[in-house]
């Protein structure tokens, strides 16, 4: 139950005075308070809510996708006020709450969820054509032999293992910034990084905290990405 604050004004003026921040500020705790979230990491912005382009955002929803945790709002408009923010928010895998509208939360999986479904809805629709256009020129259609001489093969497995490489290959490179951020603070051991990584509450791999060993392996596979 963590959650990643994220507060945001329009001018630098309200930056300096921390006009604004205070109110949002409050509907976050009170919010989390309720829900019994713990935050665990705020981030600021001082940027409009047209502008797509805005780091602190995507720091905060990387932070939230790390940790697991909820990205919480104190109005759905410190987000944006357009809809720009939908493929920021799908791409960061991370979920969402504002105090305000705590419903949109459900709204936006809604709204994912049926944009998912008409693309599903789309490749059925052209496989199925192109299934009947191999059939009327002739093409014999399916395996008669079943799956097993392709389980045989192991293709089955060996495109399993690709898509779950790629899966670890993209986790370490989002935790590489947050190692290299844990060695210039200090931490030079892996026992240390380990510490750092958990102190930001960071999950491991599998869930859980991290040890030594974990942090021995992250640090080899991006030694073979880099």
Same mark, same amino acid.
């Given at each position: ?6 507060? =945001? ?11 604004g921040?205070?109110?949002q @500020?409050? %509907? ?19 940027? &409009? ?6 780091p ?21 408009? @410190?987000?944006?006020?357009?809809? !720009?923010?939908?493929?920021? +928010? ?7 709450? !504002? ?20 693309e ?5 629709? #052209?496989?199925?054509?192109?299934? $009947?256009? !191999?059939?009327? @020129?002739?093409?014999?259609?399916? *395996? ?5 001489? +392709? =389980?045989?093969?192991?293709?089955? *497995?060996?495109?399993? +293992? ?8 993209? =986790? %370490? ?8 951020e844990? @060695?210039?603070?200090?931490?030079? &051991?892996? $026992? ?13 791999? #599998? ?5 030594? &060993?974990?942090? $021995?392996? +992250?640090?080899? #596979? ?5």
């Amino acid at each position: 139950m963590k959650a990643v604050a994220y507060y =945001r004004v329009s001018t630098a003026a309200q930056g300096r005075s921390g006009l604004g921040l205070e109110a949002q @500020r409050a %509907a976050v705790a009170e919010l989390c308070a309720s829900r019994g979230l713990e935050i665990i990491a705020e981030f600021t912005e001082v940027e &409009s809510g047209r502008k797509a382009d805005r780091p602190e955002l995507s720091e905060a929803l990387r932070r939230a996708k790390l940790t697991g945790a909820t990205l919480v709002v104190a109005k759905l408009d @410190r987000l944006s006020r357009s809809v !720009a923010f939908l493929s920021t +928010l799908q791409d960061s895998g991370a979920k969402f709450i !504002a105090a305000d509208m705590p419903e949109a939360n459900e709204l936006t999986v809604h709204i994912l969820a049926a944009v998912a479904q008409a693309e599903r809805k789309a490749i059925s629709t #052209r496989t199925r054509e192109a299934l $009947r256009a !191999a059939k009327a @020129r002739g093409v014999r259609l399916g *395996n008669p032999n079943g799956a097993a001489p +392709l =389980r045989r093969a192991g293709k089955g *497995n060996a495109a399993a +293992l690709k898509a779950r490489k790629a899966v670890i290959d993209s =986790r %370490a490179r989002e935790l590489a910034g947050e190692v290299a951020e844990l @060695r210039a603070a200090g931490a030079s &051991s892996l $026992r240390e990084i380990a510490a750092g990584l958990n102190e930001r509450r960071i999950e491991a791999p #599998r869930g859980g905290e991290w040890h030594p &060993s974990g942090v $021995r392996r +992250l640090l080899n #596979r991006l030694e073979v990405l880099a």
